[in-house]
């Protein structure tokens, strides 16, 4: 455990318009749906300007082409592709990290292995990756995949996935490649590259990674999962996880749990940062925070088909219940907190679509920026969270807000920094880097290394 006194983590979630429904319409959003590199180039550079740990890309892959029924009001998470994105990023940033979505379910762990350790070194070693095993039905298509794996085994396939390309990455020491010698002819470390022969319940391999260990020996581990297989993943595996929270009790809950199963497999609760998901809306007073959040929220579209977290519920009556419907095998943590809430206040479709689908479960808070600041930093203090991943709804202009606004509030407070002080994201979140375990083993043949999830 670090002797340094806590500090507080921050990384903000990227999307075209901002993360509410009604963004896009609103005055000075961008009014197209082509891709702008520099807008993407813009929201990060102010990112960076605030000092915040990591910027966060999402990756909802694959569209269904079974119907285009409504498709000219979709508007959101038709972005770049997030490590095409990253790379490019990473080019016109010094600091800030970047956090990357991939699904496992669509790659091979030594293809995505090779291009995640080129980032980690074209970054300077500020690539973190989102690991992701959920399967919409959309996506599922789209990769022509007949017969989807249920939730457990995807994170069971995930779990395999990730342990190979740990064992991929250790496969070059990290001194591997600073020997070379003109004079003699030696090039590199031949004690020093450790052959991966792999045995898991879903992947074999035998191979050596065609390029070096990454600068921070993995890159940052996130993940986001509610639900009771997706802790205990991210207890195995994450270094940052993406809760849901709408009230502090349930933060609290959350933080105990997950930071107990991660002691429970032999870690530093330390080593895995909680990051609730915030919204915000800012201004001089909370009357026109209020304000600027119900224009959002008048521009929200209801026609055409109504998805609550996966779930259609375009025939119910929008201001009805919620009918009881079958837990679905996608986002089962959050469909559980969305269905608590909706009994526990008796809402309706309508309200539950705004109060939980717009912002995903995640809290919302208005006012002031020391009205920010406080529940930032109520949060913080009593265990709800090492941090939080921001979520603005609106963008650029809540980003900013809170950048100018909110950040110097928490840095008068003594809660965050106010200079970098480090280059890389592990650095920034304080977190160890990984030790290879190969490297003081001496030369000899590579052992076979068997994959387990349980």
């Not at 959003?29 to 550079?45: C, E, I, M, N, Q």
């Not at 249920?150 to 995930?158: D, N, P, Q």
């Amino acid at each position: 455990m670090s002797d340094k006194k806590r500090q507080l983590a921050l990384a903000v979630f990227l999307t075209r318009h901002g993360h509410h429904p009604g963004a896009w319409r609103q005055p000075g959003t961008a009014s197209t749906g082509k891709p702008d590199f520099r807008y993407w180039a813009d929201l990060v550079r102010t990112a960076e300007r605030g000092k915040l740990d990591a910027a966060f890309f999402a990756d909802f892959v694959g569209q269904s082409g079974d119907s285009t029924r409504g498709i000219e009001r979709r508007h959101a998470f038709l972005d770049f592709e997030p490590l095409t994105a990253t790379a490019a990023l990473a080019s016109i940033t010094s600091h800030i990290g970047l956090v990357a979505t991939v699904n496992t379910n669509f790659e091979q762990p030594y293809a995505l292995a090779r291009r995640l350790a080129s980032l980690d070194h074209i970054s300077g070693g500020r690539i973190g990756w989102n690991i992701v095993s959920s399967l919409a039905d959309g996506a599922a298509k789209s990769f022509g995949i007949d017969q989807p794996a249920s939730h457990a085994e995807r994170y069971a396939r995930a779990h395999d996935f990730v342990e190979l390309a740990k064992a991929l990455w250790n496969s070059w020491e990290d001194d591997a490649f600073e020997g070379a010698d003109k004079e003699s002819g030696i090039y590199l470390n031949a004690d020093a590259v450790h052959p991966v022969h792999y045995r898991g319940p879903y992947y074999r391999i035998d191979s050596v990674l065609d390029m070096p260990r990454p600068i921070q020996g993995y890159p940052v581990f996130a993940q986001a999962g509610n639900s009771e297989v997706g802790r205990d993943f991210a207890a195995r595996h994450a270094e940052m996880i993406y809760a849901a929270a709408q009230f502090i009790e349930d933060a609290q809950a959350f933080y105990k749990d997950v930071k107990a199963r991660v002691a429970g497999h032999g870690r530093d609760p330390d080593t895995l940062k909680v990051m609730p998901g915030l919204s915000f809306t800012i201004g001089s007073s909370l009357q026109e925070a209020q304000d600027k959040f119900g224009a959002l929220e008048e521009k929200v579209d209801f026609s055409g088909d109504l998805n609550l977290m996966g779930q259609d519920v375009s025939a119910y009556p929008l201001d009805g219940p919620l009918p009881d419907l079958p837990e679905p095998e996608n986002g089962k943590g959050r469909w559980r907190q969305l269905t608590a809430l909706a009994r526990r206040e008796n809402l309706t479709i309508r309200q539950l679509f705004l109060r939980f689908n717009a912002v995903r479960g995640h809290r919302v808070v208005l006012g002031t920026p020391a009205d920010i600041a406080d529940q930032i930093q109520d949060w913080f203090e009593r265990d709800a969270a090492d941090g939080f991943n921001l979520i603005p709804p609106l963008l650029p202009s809540s980003l900013e807000d809170f950048v100018d606004l909110v950040v110097p509030e928490l840095q008068r407070r003594g809660l965050f920094r106010t200079e970098y002080e480090a280059t890389t994201l592990r650095e920034h979140l304080r977190l160890p880097r990984p030790a290879n375990p190969n490297a003081s083993a001496a030369r000899a043949p590579a052992p076979i290394l068997e994959g387990e999830f349980a």
